[in-house]
């Protein structure tokens, strides 16, 4: 466990723990770690000024009291099985990168695990199909006028779905392997909508395998797009992780400036970069003055907002 690891941890405990209690680590301890279906999980043992102990658990982060979970075996089951409650919960619901790059389609295909919800003859699974190819296309028309997007030859119709994915594939990537990848997934995943949109004798499992399909290549679009628009990632000199991240000290003054030291530092070996001093602006500086004399406080609603929030209730 490199210094960085341990005040990540630290940090996360502290953030959970009532400032009103003066709980304080004062010990962190990795006792684990483990991979199960292609995720690995780090395993702490943390103990407080006060005597309370907690096992933490990352991706997703998260602590459980020692008094409520004796062993590390019965915490990691719980915290798989809460991790794999949540997941299913938010299955359909967009993270962040999905939100930018994929919007409009991922709102449709959000429709088509409705349909499914409610489905229960096989003109319902059918219309999941249906809605499945319609995100499809409305993939197509938020992306064909990006300024990602090298059209060489005549441009396609918009129902042209396989030849705009085949456009866009060419468009995200030069590495052979994830452009092929992208195209047969697009074309694969097309014709499955299409086949179960005019498939009468179509089950649930059938609706189930063109959800899923269509799902996976939302998401393996929005992979690219995000690798794509991404610069190169660093990594470290000493051991080749990815895993560098920015580190900063407190507040300092030098040549009668205010800033902070910057570095970059590896969580992987705890390699550390050489230190390089940023002035901060002035406005930031009167920021934090203001905080720390308790003259800062938060900016107040305007009265319409008010009035807003009064005709919702």
Known sequence: ???????????????????????????VQKVGCRR????????????????????????MTNLYSQDDFKSLDQVFTYHLGLNTILHEQFNV??????????????????????????????????????????????????????????????????ANFKAWFGIFANSLTANSKPRAYLKAL???????????????????LDAEVVLGATQQLLRTFTLLRVRHDQPVEQRCPNCDSYQVVEESSELIERDAQFGTLLHDECVSCGWKSEQKFTQWPLEQLKRLIDYKTGAWSPPKKSMEELEVKDSDN
Not at 1 to 24: A, N, W
Not at 36 to 59: C, E, P
Not at 96 to 114: C, F, L, N, T
Request: aromatic content about 8%; charged content about 30%.
């Open 36 to 59: 199960v279906a292609g995720r690995s999980h780090d395993l702490y043992d943390v103990w407080m000024s006060s005597g309370q102990r907690w096992w933490v658990i990352t991706d």
């Open 1 to 27: 466990m490199t210094d960085l690891e341990e005040r990540e941890i630290r940090e996360y405990v502290t953030s959970q723990t009532p400032p009103e209690s003066e709980d304080g680590v004062t010990l």
């Open 93 to 158: 619901q967009p993270d962040e990168e999905q939100i930018e790059h994929v919007s409009k389609p991922w709102r449709r295909y959000a429709g088509a695990v409705d349909a499914m919800a409610a489905a229960q003859e096989a003109e319902d699974f059918q219309a999941v199909g249906i809605r499945c190819r319609e995100a499809l296309l409305a993939l197509v028309r938020e992306n064909m006028n990006a300024e990602w997007v090298r059209v060489h030859e005549e441009t396609p119709q918009v």
């Open 186 to 204: 697009a074309v694969n995943t097309w014709d499955l909508t299409v086949w179960l949109q005019h498939y009468v004798d179509a089950s649930e």
